[in-house]
């Protein structure tokens, strides 16, 4: 890669990728099928003048049907139906009834996957709230969406991974939320402050939580 003017560098490890992209002095152009970048050193390439493209979108579907599948478990807990069944136990009451129509939810992070996350629940009579950088479109601006955390049954997490997303769901994050509210997960896991999530799930401080990180 050294010799390279163009290069594609999607390792198995995101370790990999950056030692391999940062090796590439010569790089013009560096390309990844993915839709994170958190794999590459932004500054280094932003100094060399290289040019990175990156895959934004291309899972977006399958993504944003998974975020919705794991608000749906939720809130029929279909964790609990799977392991009942696997039991061969046949109870009378269902263990998740929460209906999804007219619940709230707020997604952070309201760019191509987000929006697609908003659309599905829209569908579900879910009124949706997305968080941009820039407030566009009646969305909530990165500074406001705290204050507001209680008002929502569902968050979710489709931000990408910056230094101002590490640790975005903390301690008083999830004290502020809902005490039925479900945190659903589907972008990177150094968002939540994970010890805090373990404590407030075992205080059963919040409905739950839905991680594919």
């Given amino acids: 890669i050294g010799?390279?003017?163009?290069?594609?560098?999607?390792m198995n490890r995101p370790g990999w990728t950056g030692e391999i992209a940062a090796a590439g002095e010569r790089l013009k152009w560096l390309s990844t099928i993915y839709a994170g970048i958190d794999a590459f050193d932004i500054d280094l390439l932003k100094g060399r003048g290289t040019i990175l493209t990156n895959g934004v979108g291309i899972n977006a579907i399958a993504v944003a049907e998974y975020a919705v599948l794991?608000?749906?478990?939720?809130?029929?807990?279909?964790?609990?139906?799977?392991?009942?069944?696997?039991?061969?136990?046949?109870?009378?009451?269902?263990?998740?009834k929460i209906e999804l129509f007219?619940?709230?939810a707020l997604v952070i992070?309201?760019?191509?996957?987000?929006?697609?996350?908003?659309?599905?629940l829209a569908a579900f009579g879910i009124e949706v709230t997305g968080v941009t950088r820039s407030g566009r479109d009646g969305t909530l601006t990165p500074?406001?969406?705290?204050?507001?955390?209680?008002?929502?049954?569902?968050?979710?997490?489709?931000?990408?991974?910056?230094?101002?997303?590490?640790?975005?769901?903390g301690a008083g994050e999830l004290a502020a939320m809902k005490p039925g509210a479900w945190l659903i997960n589907?972008?990177?896991?150094?968002?939540?402050?994970?010890?805090?999530?373990?404590?407030?799930?075992?205080?059963?401080?919040?409905?739950?939580?839905?991680?594919?990180?």
């Fill in 109 to 120: 992070g309201y760019g191509t996957i987000g929006r697609m996350i908003g659309d599905r």
């Fill in 102 to 104: 007219e619940t709230r």
């Fill in 186 to 213: 589907i972008a990177r896991g150094d968002m939540v402050d994970q010890d805090a999530l373990i404590a407030a799930l075992h205080k059963r401080r919040i409905g739950g939580a839905f991680l594919d990180v």
């Fill in 3 to 10: 010799d390279a003017d163009i290069g594609w560098v999607d």
């Fill in 143 to 169: 500074d406001a969406w705290r204050a507001r955390i209680a008002d929502y049954d569902w968050i979710a997490l489709a931000a990408p991974s910056t230094d101002a997303t590490t640790a975005m769901i």
């Fill in 70 to 96: 794991g608000i749906l478990a939720a809130a029929k807990r279909f964790d609990e139906v799977i392991r009942t069944a696997d039991r061969r136990e046949w109870p009378t009451d269902a263990p998740g």
